[in-house]
């Protein structure tokens, strides 16, 4: 299980949110390489994670994006827990 801090007024950067314009939310990023990637070499997942990490501005470790990207690639689920500050 990972981790990330993200503030309130940030949250759709991670999430979906329909009421926000924010254009780019890990999230979508995420899901989309979940299917197109599953089975592919983490090491190739972790530089897509990292560059939709970026356009989203959210700090994940590479720790963190090499677990993601362990976890897409075996098609497992990923669990990450959220703190929200104000």
Do not use: K, N, W
């Not at 983490?42 to 897509?48: F, N, R, S």
């Not at 356009?55 to 677990?67: D, I, K, R, S």
């Amino acid at each position: 299980m990972g981790e990330i801090t993200v503030s309130a007024q940030d949250m759709d950067h991670l999430l979906h949110d329909p009421a926000s314009t924010y254009g780019a939310p890990y999230q979508h990023a995420y899901a989309r390489l979940a299917v197109s990637h599953r089975g592919r070499p983490a090491d190739e997942i972790v530089p897509l994670l990292r560059a939709a990490a970026d356009a989203a501005l959210l700090g994940f470790t590479e720790a963190g994006l090499l677990e993601q990207a362990e976890a897409i690639s075996s098609g497992a689920p990923y669990e990450l827990r959220v703190r929200v500050t104000g």
